[in-house]
């Protein structure tokens, strides 16, 4: 895990617990400080050919959204120019970071190397954001399944360096090869609520719920999640990234724009994504917890995105920030008193962070076993019983299933522990 910078605003997924990482996923940390991004651009650590294939791809395929900033700090088109190139040559020395790049300039052998991260994240708030264009642009391209080579592994990079949710996002991309979601699991609408603000009545997926949850975040989504790309019987799906083609590249882009940053918050500028979820897909939402005392638990949560009508959409949106890529989730439900998994309300009540990794498709039974062959027990979950499978030696632990899936994990211990 790279991360660049260090803690942010003082979140508690952003404060590195090294030993986590290395007992229970054989994995190390580095860490890079976000000026090292600044001396790279100074002293020109990065392959100008590649930046200048980066820019003019930004150009061609990166539209402009609306500015909702006043006048008195909104930025000049001259401005937006050279914010762009900031964003290119940040997105290609970020990846340098991850995994190096022999095509480095003569006498930056050692920069050539990179860190070998397979996940990472971006601190960004508030000493980055107040003083530089944020990472909303590298962050999503990132974690895209394409950049301006075409098609490629997505790699993964947590906003404000959310180690928990990087690592969360991991666990799904290993498990699916596709690019994840970052967001925050922002509100939560009843179907009264929703009635009431815009006169709609819920259908489908989110009726069962009684109402969804709105994923959201400052524009550092995966592209893939816009939902446009289509299955053979026209259905909304985010491909594995090694089937992603020019066709499905185009159309992803062209349902995106990049609103001007919000400059009452990050006063150093930047573009935010910004797209609409305009499909029914399967999703898994996870988060990765660490509690002390007890160590590592996951969350799980199967459901489907919605697509609620755009007039909907747009009153609901406009009551957070309208230049963020917006996603509703509502999750399978069992309707049963007391259960977290009553309605979509229960599933965000007992959360344990505003954030959330998002995975298209139905995978909780995947990451089930992977947790258990990690030794982290799952705490909740609404995967069919039929579909779990844990290894036989967890039958002795009780007939309680979540419960002996703790019991085992602390009887066997972390995986990669010495």
Request: charge should be negative; charged fraction near 25%; aromatic fraction near 12%.
């Amino acid at each position: 895990y790279l991360q660049i910078g260090s803690v942010t605003m003082g979140i508690g997924g952003s404060i590195i617990d090294q030993d986590f990482i290395e007992s229970y996923l054989g994995m190390r940390v580095e860490s890079v400080d976000e000026v090292e991004i600044l001396r790279r651009m100074d002293e020109h650590v990065y392959n100008e050919d590649e930046y200048q294939k980066a820019l003019a791809w930004v150009k061609e395929y990166c539209k402009e959204g609306f500015d909702k900033n006043p006048d008195f700090v909104k930025a000049s088109d001259e401005q937006k120019v050279q914010t762009w190139e900031f964003l290119a040559k940040m997105a290609v020395i970020i990846e340098d970071l991850y995994q190096g790049n022999p095509d480095l300039p003569e006498g930056c052998e050692e920069e050539a190397v990179g860190h070998n991260a397979i996940c990472g994240g971006f601190q960004g708030q508030r000493q980055w954001t107040d003083w530089k264009p944020n990472c909303d642009f590298p962050e999503a391209i990132l974690n895209t399944s394409f950049d301006w080579n075409g098609a490629r592994e997505p790699f993964i990079l947590a906003t404000e360096n959310d180690v928990l949710n990087g690592l969360g996002m991991l666990f799904m991309n290993l498990l699916t090869n596709r690019a994840q979601m970052f967001a925050d699991v922002r509100t939560y609408w009843s179907g009264s609520a929703v009635k009431r603000a815009t006169g709609y009545d819920l259908e489908g997926k989110a009726k069962e719920a009684d109402g969804f949850i709105h994923l959201i975040n400052s524009g550092a989504c995966c592209l893939d999640a816009c939902g446009e790309v289509k299955d053979e019987n026209g259905n909304g799906i985010m491909k594995e990234w090694y089937d992603i083609t020019e066709e499905d590249i185009k159309t992803i882009m062209g349902a995106t724009e990049w609103c001007a940053a919000d400059n009452g918050y990050f006063r150093g500028g930047g573009f935010s994504s910004r797209f609409l979820t305009r499909a029914e897909m399967p999703a898994t939402m996870i988060r990765l917890n660490l509690v002390r005392g007890l160590g590592p638990v996951l969350q799980i949560a199967e459901g489907w995105t919605v697509n609620l009508p755009d007039e909907v959409s747009d009153k609901i949106w406009k009551r957070t920030d309208y230049t963020w890529p917006c996603t509703w989730f509502a999750p399978r439900t069992d309707g049963v008193e007391g259960s977290p998994f009553k309605t979509a309300y229960e599933v965000m009540n007992n959360w344990g962070a505003n954030h959330g990794a998002i995975s298209y498709g139905h995978i909780g039974a995947d990451l089930i076993t992977m947790c258990s062959m990690l030794r982290i027990p799952v705490c909740m979950h609404n995967v069919p019983t039929e579909k779990i499978f844990r290894p036989a030696a967890w039958n002795a632990f009780g007939m309680d299933k979540e419960g002996a899936d703790y019991r085992a994990c602390a009887n066997f211990g972390p995986f990669y522990k010495k």
